[in-house]
């Protein structure tokens, strides 16, 4: 086994005050502003944000599939997910949002371990391009709020 692990951490400003960013980091959510998005729920789950709600999601450009649980949640502040995609890496995202002014800053987390020595190189990668993921977020995220606030095209 290659014993690898990253801790990266990093921070986007979304333009909305952390009670109303916060449902843009639920599984739910995200389909809002994250292409390719696509969380199913093995289980009903009426709140996604509940501790203990599972959902999975697909790698369509390798194939695989994600499992994300909710470990804990404190609606408009936090949320943390442990996530395993088998044979690549398993861990967890937190997400922790604080009020700036009218928006929110956004510190996310991701602790990974490698469980291969495929996943060691998908993980270095990751690594090497969290800085640029986080702001590709932060843009989508500014997007989908600007077409919100156009409404609908007619």
Same mark, same amino acid.
């Given at each position: 086994m290659t014993g690898a692990r990253h801790r990266l951490t990093g921070r986007l +400003?979304?333009?909305?005050?952390?009670g109303e960013a916060f449902h843009l980091f639920t599984a739910?959510? *995200? /389909?809002r502003w994250a292409p390719r998005w696509e969380p199913s729920f093995p289980a009903p =789950?009426? !709140?996604? =944000? *509940?501790?203990? @709600?599972?959902?999975? @999601?697909?790698?369509?450009?390798?194939? #695989? +599939? @994600?499992?994300?649980?909710?470990? !804990?949640?404190?609606?408009? #502040?936090?949320? /943390? %997910? =442990? #996530?395993v995609t088998p044979g690549v890496s398993a861990g967890t995202v937190?997400?922790?949002?604080? *009020?700036?002014? =009218?928006?929110? #800053?956004? @510190?996310?987390? %991701? *602790?990974?371990t490698a469980l291969s020595s495929d996943g060691a190189v998908h993980l /270095? /990668?990751?690594?090497?391009? %969290?800085?640029?993921f986080l702001n590709a977020w932060q843009d989508a995220i500014a997007e989908a709020l600007r077409e919100d606030s156009q409404g609908p095209v007619a």
């Open positions: +400003t979304v333009a909305l005050p952390p739910q959510g *995200e /389909r =789950a009426a !709140d996604d =944000a *509940e501790p203990g @709600t599972v959902f999975q @999601t697909p790698d369509h450009d390798h194939g #695989r +599939t @994600t499992t994300w649980i909710v470990v !804990d949640a404190t609606p408009g #502040r936090r949320i /943390r %997910y =442990a #996530r937190s997400v922790v949002l604080d *009020e700036a002014g =009218a928006h929110s #800053r956004v @510190t996310v987390s %991701y *602790e990974l /270095r /990668r990751f690594a090497d391009g %969290y800085s640029a």
